[in-house]
């Protein structure tokens, strides 16, 4: 398997830049889940009694649901993308060379 290490260094940053990506989003999801949990502990009144807690809440829900349904898809996307780009240049590479030897042999 023949691959220039321009493309391995490129296939590199990409992977890692979007395996950061989710990793972020990741994190961002946890800490506002923990906000959510931790805004709930708190305040012990229920939500519809304080106008201000009630759009506080649904701030953060929104927020968590943003992050969760949103973010996590899209860079678990990007990641799979990366990958499965960089295995059909391969496969590419590793056909190009085949015929290159046949033709050489011939």
């Given at each position: 398997m023949f691959v220039s290490e321009y493309e391995?260094?490129?296939f590199s940053a990409k992977f890692y830049l979007y395996f950061g990506?989710?990793?972020l989003s990741?994190?961002?999801?946890v800490t506002t889940a923990a906000a959510v949990v931790n805004?709930?502990?708190t305040n012990p009144t229920?939500?519809?009694q304080d106008p201000e807690s009630s759009q506080a809440l649904e701030m953060l829900w929104m927020m968590m649901i943003l992050h969760l349904?949103?973010?996590l898809?899209?860079?678990?996307?990007?990641?799979?993308?990366?990958?499965?780009l960089q295995g059909k240049r391969i496969q590419?590479?590793?056909q190009e060379l085949t015929k290159r030897d046949e033709l050489l042999t011939q």
């Open positions: 391995k260094v490129n990506a989710l990793n990741v994190i961002a999801a805004y709930l502990s229920s939500p519809g349904v949103i973010w898809p899209l860079c678990f996307g990007m990641v799979g993308m990366a990958m499965n590419a590479v590793e």
